[in-house]
C-alpha cells in the first residue's frame, strides 16, 4: 500500500538556520507530493506540490523536489524565522480502487527559536 | 470563498451524549473528507465522498461513527454514544480534484467527559 515516512521531531532551530526536514515514500504508480503546514490551532494548509519526478514545489521561501530514484520529497528552507514554527506533514496522492486520496505522514514538529 | 467552513469550533460532551459536527465545502469542490487527528495518532481519515456519494468509510472507528453528505454543501459526522476516546480535533477538508490538493476547515475540538 501506499504510505509516507517522515523524520521524527520536534526540530528544534535558531533563527535563519538551515532547515531540511526529510520525507520518504511508498507508492505504486506515479504519485502527486504535497507538502501541508499546521500552525497552532489552525487547520492543515498546502504549502507546496509536485505532481512528476523532478518537479520542484516552492513557495513562501520553502521547496521540494520530487525525487522518483530516490523516492523522496524533503521539504528545505534556506533561512527559518519565528514564524515558521508549526508542524509539517508530507503526503502523497495516487489513485486506488476508491479513487484519488492524500496519505499523510505522521507529521514533523518545526521549532524556531530567536 | 470563505474555505471549508465547520461548526462547532469547540464542543464538550458528557459521555454518551449525542454529537453531530457539521462541515460545509468550498462551493463547487467535488471530494470531501473528514479526518480525526490525536496526539497518539495522528491524522486519520475517516471517511470521504465524491459528488456526495461515500467511496471509503474504512477509517470509520465503529458504528457508533455515521457521516452522511445530503447536498453537495453540507455533511455531517454523527458520533452516538460518544465515549471519551472519541476526544480529538476533527477536520473537513474539500477538493476540487481528488489529487489536487485539500482545503482543510480549522476543525472542531471534541471533548468527551
Known amino acids: 500500500g501506499n504510505s509516507v515516512t517522515q523524520m521524527e521531531g520536534p526540530v528544534t532551530l535558531s533563527e535563519e538556520a538551515f532547515l531540511t526536514i526529510n520525507c520518504t515514500y511508498t507508492a505504486t504508480g506515479y504519485p502527486s507530493l504535497f507538502w501541508y503546514v499546521q500552525y497552532p490551532g489552525e487547520g492543515l494548509q498546502l504549502l507546496l506540490k509536485a505532481t512528476k519526478a523532478d518537479d520542484k514545489g516552492s513557495n513562501k521561501g520553502f521547496e521540494a523536489t520530487y525525487r522518483k530514484e530516490t523516492t523522496s520529497f524533503h521539504l528545505e528552507k534556506g533561512s527559518v524565522q519565528v514564524s515558521d514554527s508549526a508542524v509539517y506533514f508530507c503526503?502523497?496522492?495516487?489513485?486506488?480502487?476508491?479513487?484519488?486520496?492524500?496519505?499523510f505522514g505522521t507529521g514533523t514538529q518545526l521549532k524556531v527559536e530567536l | 470563498d470563505a474555505g471549508v467552513i465547520q461548526s462547532p469550533r469547540h464542543e464538550v460532551t458528557e459521555m454518551g451524549q449525542e454529537v453531530t459536527l457539521r462541515c460545509k465545502p468550498i462551493?463547487?469542490?467535488?471530494?470531501l473528507f473528514w479526518y480525526r487527528q490525536t496526539m497518539m495518532r495522528g491524522l486519520e481519515l475517516l471517511i470521504y465522498f465524491n459528488n456526495n456519494v461515500p467511496i471509503d468509510d474504512s477509517g470509520m472507528p465503529e458504528d457508533r461513527f455515521s457521516a452522511k453528505m445530503p447536498n453537495a454543501s453540507f455533511s455531517t459526522l454523527k458520533i452516538q454514544p460518544s465515549e471519551p476516546r472519541d476526544s480529538a480535533v476533527y477536520f473537513c477538508?474539500?477538493?476540487?480534484?481528488?489529487?489536487?490538493?485539500?482545503?482543510f476547515g480549522s476543525g472542531t475540538r471534541l471533548t468527551v467527559v
Open positions: 477538508a474539500s477538493s476540487l480534484l481528488g489529487d489536487d490538493g485539500y482545503t
Open positions: 462551493s463547487g469542490h467535488d471530494y
Open positions: 503526503a502523497l496522492s495516487a489513485f486506488t480502487g476508491g479513487g484519488n486520496k492524500l496519505t
